[in-house]
């Protein structure tokens, strides 16, 4: 019995948070700058996958219109078609692709999410060794 895995969290290039994804049990899907090809993989990844309930979308501002770039509400459309919900987290989507605000407001918005029901423990650094040590043909010995 685990976490619900219906909320799903699309951190963009270096605009992500890995604790709060863990943290919150939210299911992540790591993209790059927001261009084309990365809404179709998107897209591709949603039709694939069970419906989420909820989607948290975060857009790195890269500065510029460029050919092939992916405007907030290419991502919102692409996400409404498969979630109830969906948003932009921290983006004011009237100054994309400017907003450079939004590394600063992308975390205290990511922090709102709700708790996970069954919070992850992390494994402990003796039990990452030997699962590594198992499942890896190298030599994690410490003396060195």
Known sequence: MGNR????????????????????AVVP??????????LEAFARHLEQSEPYTDIDILQFQHGVYSAGIATPDDWLRVAHRHAPRARMVGLDPRRFPHDIATLARYGPSLQKLPDAQHPWTPPS?????EALAGDADIDVTTDH
């Open 5 to 24: 895995g219906d909320r799903l969290i699309v951190p963009s290039f270096v605009v992500g948070d890995p604790w709060t994804t863990i943290s919150r």
């Open 29 to 38: 899907y790591w993209t790059f700058f927001s261009v084309l090809p990365a």
């Open 125 to 129: 650094i003796d039990t990452t060794v």
